[in-house]
């Protein structure tokens, strides 16, 4: 698995960028979530014994209840409340007993029953930004695609590779955030054929086991690593 952060002058502002990249067959991708909890992602992964943790989707904030489709170790734990909404035009999926084959997709709530019987772990969540090695073009005047904002994507290589990517926002000088629009782009330019946007501002976080928070979460108002915000599901990953 490879670890990177990365500050970068692009779309006229600062962004500060963090990612895990690693080889699906080599892991375990789990979907894990609490039951009517939350807990900041770095916990999620802690408690799971995993190597990288990934914030999941959307969710209401004053019941903590996820509201898109969630499928784990087999169980569909959440049936979703978001249908034929471009945030849950997505799903991340694996598939077999050991979780290592990943896969990103388009879907609608009409496809929750087949992927809830092929795979074993499943989250909805979207937009899509790449499909097919082309970035997804959404007409919207929705602030949600339209203004800078941490994001948290996932997304797969044609090599088989898994990436975790966390945008920073909120912080003008250090991490301005980026607009669905340029999201896409900084997938592609990832190598990404296929991404699927998460939940993103003050949920967005990436931790890896060695070196803790990637990113610079945004709850606490500070550009540093310690502002999680407690969220019901993430995406796990273990070494197999």
Known sequence: AECRRAQID?????QTVSVVAYPARNFTT???QLDGKASPTSELGKAAGA???LNGSYFNMREVEPITFTLSDGEVVNRGTMHNSPLSNGV?????????????FPCDS?????????????????PMLVHEG??????????IFTRRHPRTVVGTRPDGRVVLLVIDGRFKEQAAGTTVAETAYIARQLGLTEALNLDGGGSSSLW???????????????????GE???PNGIVVLKR
């Not at 692009?10 to 600062?14: E, V």
């Not at 087949?114 to 074993?120: D, L, T």
């Open 92 to 104: 991340v999926a694996a598939r077999g007993r050991k979780g290592n084959r990943v896969e990103v």
């Open 134 to 143: 082309r970035e997804q073009r959404y007409d919207t005047e929705d602030v």
């Open 229 to 231: 915000r407690s969220v």
């Open 10 to 14: 692009m779309f006229d502002s600062r």
């Open 30 to 32: 789990e979907i894990i």
């Open 110 to 126: 009409t496809d929750y029953a087949r992927i809830a019987r092929r795979y074993r772990q499943a989250l909805v969540a979207g």
């Open 208 to 226: 890896t086991r060695q070196e803790g928070v990637l990113n610079h979460p945004t709850d606490n108002r500070r550009y540093d690593h310690e």
């Open 51 to 53: 190597d990288a943790a």
